[in-house]
C-alpha cells in the first residue's frame, strides 16, 4: 500500500480556499486516490475520489498532476463548520480492499 | 453509498467485563468489514478484516483472542473486547467498501471507556 505524506496541520479564515497537498510517491498503476473528512468523535466521511487529472463534485475538487505522485483537494470558500481532520488514502484493489490511514492533516478555520 | 451504523454509540465497562460492539450495513450486503481503534489526537489504527462465513484476518500486533470478530451475515458484524482493562478505552470504528467504487464508508464509531 502507497505511503501518503499530509501537513500535519493548517490555518485558514472563513471564505478561503483551503488546498492541502498530498505526496504519494510510490502510488501503483491501479491505486485510487481518495480523501476523507472526520469531526471528533465521528467516523471518517468520503469526501471525493479520483484516479488522474481533475474530478469535482459539489464539496471539493480533486487536482491529480500526471505522474499521479501527489494529489491536492481544493475546498472552495471554508467555513467554520468545515474544521476537521482531512486524510488522504491511496489505494485500489490490492491488499484486499483495506483502507489504511495516514496521520491526515488538522485543518482549523478561523473566523 | 453505504449506511453503516454502529451500536452502541458509548459504552462504559468495568474492568475485566467484556464489551460487544455491533457494526451493520443497512443498505448493502458487505462480505468484508473493517474494525479500527481510534486514540485522542491519533489517526484511524486497522485492527482487523471481518470476512462474513470465516475467520477475521488481524492485523500485526491485534490479539485476537482479545478482539473477537464475528460476521454472521452480510450486514452485520461485531467486535468484542474481552476481559477489557483501561488501556483498551479508544473509540472504535468500522467501515464497509462500497459496491462499485473503492472508497469506504463508516460507521458513527463507539467510545469505549473501560473504568
Known amino acids: 500500500l502507497a505511503k501518503t505524506t499530509q501537513p500535519i496541520s493548517m490555518d485558514s479564515y472563513e471564505g478561503q480556499e483551503v488546498n492541502i497537498t498530498c505526496s504519494h510517491n510510490?502510488?501503483?498503476?491501479?491505486?485510487?486516490i481518495t480523501w476523507y473528512q472526520q469531526f471528533p468523535s465521528q467516523g471518517p466521511r468520503f469526501i471525493i475520489q479520483g484516479y488522474k487529472t481533475k474530478v469535482t463534485n459539489e464539496v471539493a475538487s480533486l487536482f491529480i498532476p500526471a505522474d499521479r505522485k501527489s494529489s491536492t483537494l481544493s475546498l472552495p470558500r471554508v467555513s467554520l463548520s468545515d474544521t476537521a481532520v482531512y486524510y488522504c488514502?491511496?489505494?485500489?484493489?490490492?491488499?484486499?480492499?483495506?483502507?489504511?490511514f495516514g496521520a491526515g492533516t488538522r485543518l482549523f478555520v478561523k473566523a | 453509498g453505504a449506511v453503516v451504523s454502529q451500536h452502541p454509540s458509548w459504552v462504559i465497562c468495568k474492568s475485566g467485563t467484556s464489551v460487544k460492539i455491533e457494526c451493520r450495513s443497512l443498505d448493502f450486503q458487505a462480505t468484508t468489514m473493517f474494525w479500527y481503534r481510534q486514540f485522542p489526537k491519533q489517526s484511524l489504527m486497522l485492527m482487523a478484516t471481518?470476512?462474513?462465513?470465516?475467520?477475521?484476518?488481524?492485523e500485526q500486533g491485534v490479539e485476537k483472542d482479545k478482539f473477537l470478530i464475528n460476521h454472521a451475515s452480510l450486514t452485520l458484524s461485531t467486535l468484542t473486547v474481552t476481559s477489557a482493562h483501561p488501556e483498551d478505552s479508544s473509540f472504535y470504528i468500522c467501515?464497509?467498501?462500497?459496491?462499485?467504487?473503492?472508497?469506504?464508508?463508516f460507521g458513527q464509531g463507539t467510545r469505549l471507556t473501560v473504568v
Open positions: 467501515s464497509v467498501r462500497g459496491g462499485t467504487g473503492t472508497e469506504a464508508f
Open positions: 471481518s470476512n462474513e462465513g470465516s475467520k477475521a484476518t488481524y
Open positions: 488514502l491511496v489505494g485500489g484493489n490490492t491488499g484486499g480492499f483495506k483502507t489504511i
Open positions: 510510490n502510488i501503483a498503476t491501479n491505486d485510487y
